[in-house]
């Protein structure tokens, strides 16, 4: 009776099928048509399954499980494996990685039992985009890098076109466009000469990514555009949604918000609908990114700790990263400053956990070790006919001579390498005993520099002031008839007198030896505010717990100082915020901006920047300065105590 009913099912979705053509009905015949082998019935309806995956992936999950069944009884590994592998495909797109891996590995041990090479190559892709979607680059290259050589063995140039498009996501991901650009450009020539039009909108879709990133919204625009045709052709509903995910973040990026939400709505609908755990995830990250361009940070808020909470439930770092850095930047805009540190230190240790020097080393290292394996083999199966062909005398002679060879080869490559590293060594001390001096001699001059100030302060303070302090005294004691000739001149020794003490103040204000830092930094930005072209505030979080010698607070002062002064010359900012917060054994200097940013990777430093990073390694502090154009500047400094 179970038979009857699950036979009973997958003819009436057979029958329910949206999408049934000519093809789908002759499969059905040829499953149905028990006089067939259990090969050919097993090769009719996984195919079946395939074509509903991104259509109708219920159906398909339906039909897969049906497909393991049946060949589980009839005792065929590689359609145990096929149905194993579709089954993990279905719960990716969801989102749902560590279910999809599990199977993957399944159908990866059943593929290498029953010697599918191709079946193996799909498992080692797959693997290798559940890797790369957490964000592990590492292990993702190393599936992929296999996958490409059985793909090559075999001549497969779909599964090749497929491996060349992920090698290309890693290395946007990295940053390496000109890279990326080469492989998306290599699986897109692939996918159309086997006409594959999924991929080859998945292509243009990357493509447009790359220019994207690269700031290139038109050529963006124009190859989304052609991924979205194809998709909404072919019924691709994931594809389609992706699509209209990256229209409306390209339309963000140029700060047409009513578009951008429109398209978002879009993506996230369809995504809703398949139940696409990451690609909402996703979705929640881009809208509370645009609602905190426009101005509603509630939304902001809302949709992040949304991404927060799907991303963390399925694993999805880089989308929990994403979402963290919305919600910083949202609970600032409120005043909410501690929120946003919090929210602002999770971001950034995703960040480093993601994207540091290992990794990229790691990815060139297994780059060049696949390229390497691949000269190799070519270069054995050379050697190897060249044996065939030659005399054993002849081949006895070269063995002699490549060894001779070889051993001259290591000596020299030996003997170069042991040079170059004791070279190195030297180098590297030498440079490490100039930066020792160059650090040593601008401590003294920052000392010098500090003690010139005071002095001058001092000099000014005690003479000048005094001499102006005296003659404005004797001015007053002129009898009243006087004094209405004088007053120009009483005016000008009040504005001289006032001028002396801002020149004074700067240099060395009194406030900082007597009072402290804190108090030093409230009367600073009292004097900036008072001119009314910009707000600026000071927040202070547990710094009692700490008592910084004279040197220290001159230095972080300087450091605060520099800064604001470098705001108000470049920034033009409205508000300005600085905090000081008290961690166990650290303090943290946190100095923000709305004002107009500059790009970081492109513009020197000047010497107010530099006077900054001075002062922090003097403190040997570790300093970040974070600013994109249009978007404000965050200097971070964390000082050891």
């Known amino acids: 009776m179970k038979a009857f009913y699950l036979g009973l099912l997958f003819i009436i979705l057979l029958n329910s099928a949206v999408c049934q053509n000519q093809k789908t009905d002759s499969l059905r015949a040829v499953y149905i048509n028990k006089t067939q082998s259990d090969t050919n019935r097993l090769k009719a309806l996984h195919a079946i399954a395939w074509s509903y995956c991104y259509t109708s992936p219920d159906s398909a999950n339906i039909l897969a499980k049906q497909e393991l069944e049946f060949a ?79 793909r090559e063995e075999i001549k497969d140039k779909n599964g090749i076109a497929h491996c060349y498009n992920n090698i290309g996501i890693i290395y946007r991901k ?79 990026f140029q700060s047409d918000c009513p578009k951008a939400l429109d398209y978002f709505l879009k993506g996230l609908k369809i995504r809703q609908e398949i139940d696409d755990k990451e690609g909402i995830g996703n979705c929640y990250a881009n809208m509370a990114e645009l609602f905190n361009k426009m101005a509603d940070f509630k939304q902001a808020i809302h949709y992040s700790e949304l991404s927060i909470q799907i991303s963390k439930e399925i694993g999805y770092i880089e989308g929990e990263r994403n979402a963290y850095a919305s919600l910083s930047k949202a609970y600032a805009k409120i005043g909410k400053y501690k929120e946003a540190y919090e929210n602002y230190v999770k971001f950034k240790t995703l960040t480093d956990s993601i994207f540091n020097a290992d990794n990229t080393k790691q990815l060139s290292d297994m780059k060049t070790k696949f390229e390497v394996e691949k000269k190799e083999t070519e270069l054995k199966i050379k050697a190897e006919a060249e044996k065939i062909i030659a005399r054993e005398e002849i081949k006895r002679q070269k063995l002699i001579n490549w060894s001779i060879s070889i051993l001259l080869g290591l000596v020299l490559l030996s003997s170069f390498l042991l040079f170059n590293r004791v070279r190195l060594k030297q180098k590297n001390k030498h440079q490490q005993l100039l930066n020792e001096q160059q650090k040593e001699l601008a401590v003294a001059v920052m000392d010098t520099q500090e003690q010139e100030r005071k002095r001058i302060a001092e000099d000014l ?154 002062r922090s390694l003097w403190l040997k502090g570790n300093i970040n300065i974070d600013s994109t154009p249009g978007r404000g500047t965050t200097i971070t400094t964390e000082i050891p105590i």
């Open 72 to 150: 589980q009884k009839s005792n065929l590994k590689k359609w145990q494996a096929n149905a194993l592998n579709l089954m993990g495909i279905l719960l990716m797109n969801t989102g749902t990685y560590p279910q999809a891996l599990d199977y993957y590995f399944k159908a990866l041990k059943l593929f290498e039992e029953s010697g599918s090479k191709k079946g193996m190559g799909n498992c080692y892709n797959n693997i290798g985009l559940i890797y790369l979607n957490q964000s592990d680059y590492i292990k993702a290259l190393d599936y992929y890098l296999k996958a490409l050589k059985i």
């Open 174 to 252: 990295q940053n390496s466009y000109n890279k990326a650009l080469e492989y998306y450009t290599k699986s897109l020539k692939l996918n159309e000469e086997i006409d594959d039009k999924r991929a080859v909108a998945t292509c243009y879709n990357n493509i447009g990514l790359t220019y994207q990133e690269q700031k290139s919204y038109t050529n963006a625009l124009e190859y989304y555009f052609k991924g979205l045709k194809i998709r909404e052709e072919i019924g691709d509903k994931k594809g389609t949604s992706d699509s209209y995910i990256e229209i409306a973040n390209n339309y963000y």
């Open 461 to 614: 303070h005690d003479s000048l002031g005094h001499l102006l302090s005296t003659v404005k005294l004797n001015l007053q004691t002129l009898p009243e008839s006087q004094k209405p000739v004088l007053q120009n001149s009483m005016n000008l020794l009040n504005q001289a007198l006032e001028e002396l003490q801002n020149i004074t103040f700067n240099l060395m204000p009194r406030t900082l030896e007597e009072e402290g830092l804190v108090a030093a930094l409230n009367e600073l930005t009292s004097k900036v505010s008072s001119s009314g072209l910009v707000k600026i505030k000071v927040l202070v979080h547990d710094m009692n717990r700490f008592n910084l010698e004279k040197q220290s607070q001159f230095n972080v002062y300087r450091i605060v100082q520099e800064a604001v002064n470098n705001i108000l010359k470049h920034a033009e900012a409205k508000e300005i915020t600085i905090q000081l917060v008290g961690q166990d054994n650290h303090f943290t200097i946190m100095i923000e901006d709305d004002g107009k940013g500059f790009d970081t990777g492109t513009q020197k430093n000047g010497r107010g920047l530099k006077n900054i990073v001075t």
